[in-house]
């Protein structure tokens, strides 16, 4: 599903104010201690608390091989000023359906700035633009009404709760179903909604997830 293009560690898309990238070893740190956190990893599905400190390396070297392999797209959330300071991630994931999965978390100290609305848009601009693919689906849980707002400010409609396996969390939770179709993604870009991105330069990826940032199941 994920073109050449996305398949190297040298891929990078750059937002107003983010940089994202591919995972690094050197990431680990502060994703213990940010993915650690109990208040980021209960929203998530995957995300255990606490965070065993020999499942970080692990981790990102998974993340490293799927986007190689094309599998998935799993991009680190950095400031544009720092690129190396590892904020939260994002991802794009397969389904059967053949319609990609978004998810996306931020570390605490970057709630409420806006970076995930800016992350979850750049991703959004990118998968619609190099990918073939009718619509984009996210979930979030419906205690976390902030993660909600992010994917409801970035297009996406509700479709409905169920209960979802959230293996990190023991059990099925109520959660919400959110899709964001290419028709709709086309007309938000083309009337220039307020808030919205700009899709990055793909050309410039080469070379190289509002009112609040809290997670949604990844």
Same mark, same amino acid.
């Given at each position: ?12 898309l ?26 980021? /990893? ?13 499942a ?6 998974a ?7 094309? =599998?998935?797209? #799993?991009? $680190?959330?950095?400031?544009? +000023?720092?690129p190396?300071?590892l ?8 389904? $059967?359906?053949? #319609? ?5 978390w931020? *570390?605490? &100290? ?8 800016? /992350? ?15 619509? #984009? ?7 976390n ?19 979802? +396996?959230? &293996? ?6 109520p959660? =919400? ?9 086309s007309a938000?870009? +083309?009337?220039?909604?307020? *808030? ?8 410039? /990826?080469?070379?190289?997830e509002?009112?609040? *940032?809290?997670?949604?199941? /990844?």
């Open positions: 599903m994920f073109p050449e293009l996305t398949r190297d560690d040298v891929f990078r750059e937002t107003r104010r983010l940089w994202l990238r591919w995972p690094r070893m050197a990431d680990t740190s502060a994703i213990l201690r940010l993915a650690g956190e109990k208040a980021v /990893a209960e929203m998530t599905a995957s995300i255990p608390h606490p965070y065993p400190t020999d970080v390396e692990p981790f990102v070297f993340m490293r091989k799927g986007n190689a392999l094309g =599998e998935h797209l #799993v991009l $680190a959330i950095t400031p544009r +000023s720092r190396n300071e904020i939260g991630m994002i991802g794009a994931h397969k389904q $059967a359906t053949g #319609v990609p999965f978004i998810g996306y931020l *570390g605490t &100290p970057h709630w409420g700035k806006g970076y995930a609305t800016e /992350a979850v848009q750049a991703l959004i601009d990118t998968l619609f633009s190099l990918v073939d693919v009718p619509a #984009v689906d996210a979930d979030t849980r419906v205690i009404p902030a993660s909600r707002r992010v994917l409801e400010k970035s297009g996406f409609r509700p479709e409905g709760s169920f209960l979802k +396996s959230l &293996p990190a969390r023991g059990g099925l939770f959660c =919400e179903q959110f899709r964001l179709d290419r028709s709709t993604w938000l870009k +083309s009337w220039g909604t307020s *808030g919205w991105a700009h899709a990055p330069e793909l050309a410039g /990826a080469t070379v190289a509002d009112t609040s *940032g809290e997670p949604c199941p /990844a």
